[in-house]
């Protein structure tokens, strides 16, 4: 199984604010997938944003955007202009060749009104 | 978008006995379809991959005698926890992927809540 960490337990923002979550994972493979799944209150597991491995561009949805750094085997999240409803649990993950999602511990971000 | 209902939401047993969860892609069909543990706070940890009219792949670690997996539809998964403990108490959710591949995505269910008294 691949090893995706999260080293950011708990993160606070002030709304309107940007926040950054980080990413990183460990891997041999060439092909894969990289996520975001936003995990709210209501435990349901929303796709924020999604980057493929082969793709040199950083992959934006709205106020959200990754930077993938492949070399360095990093892909951190960046929500900008921070709104009450981001506060949530966020993972990451990871997709490779046998289809299987690999999750990171998750980082709890609060957003301050 | 691709919808997944889980049937029950939450559901309370007494020890000893079996629980079904149902796991269904609503406007889609599903070739795999995946279950999931999740403690409180805690990230999601994949207990087995099922694909349609074949048995279900559990990771290591996975009792497969307790946590009974079967697809029997493309649209239908069952998660059935026998003979169930407090342990087993915990957040189960499933996903399905419309097409095997590496870039075809999952898609989650709402998740069921379990509760062994």
């Known amino acids: 199984a691949q090893t995706v960490t999260q080293s950011q337990p708990e993160m606070s923002v002030q709304e309107a604010e940007t926040v950054t979550l980080s990413c990183t994972y460990d891997t041999s493979e060439s092909d894969y997938y990289l996520f975001w799944y936003k995990q709210p209150p209501s435990r349901q597991m929303i796709l924020v944003i999604r980057?493929?491995?082969?793709?040199?561009q950083n992959a934006t949805e709205n106020r959200f955007s990754v930077n993938f750094q492949k070399a360095a085997k990093s892909f951190s999240l960046k929500i900008s202009d921070s709104q009450l409803g981001d506060a949530a649990m966020y993972f990451c993950a990871y997709r490779g060749t046998d289809y299987k999602l690999s999750f990171g511990a998750g980082t709890t971000v609060t957003v301050r009104a | 978008g691709a919808v997944v209902s889980q049937h029950p939401s939450w559901v309370i047993c007494k020890s000893g006995t079996s629980v079904k969860i149902e796991c269904r892609s609503l406007d889609f069909q599903a070739t795999t379809m995946f279950w999931y543990r999740q403690f409180p706070k805690q990230s999601l940890m994949l207990m087995a991959t099922s694909n349609e009219g074949s048995k279900a792949t559990y990771e290591q670690g996975v009792e497969k005698d307790k946590f009974l997996i079967n697809h029997a539809s493309l649209t239908l998964s069952t998660l059935t926890v026998t003979s169930a403990h407090p342990e087993d108490s915990s957040f189960y959710i499933c996903?399905?992927?419309?097409?095997?591949?590496?870039?075809?995505?999952?898609?989650f269910g709402p998740g069921t809540r379990l509760t062994v008294l």
């Open positions: 980057q493929e491995a082969y793709k040199q």
């Open positions: 996903s399905a992927s419309p097409l095997a591949g590496l870039y075809n995505e999952q898609f």
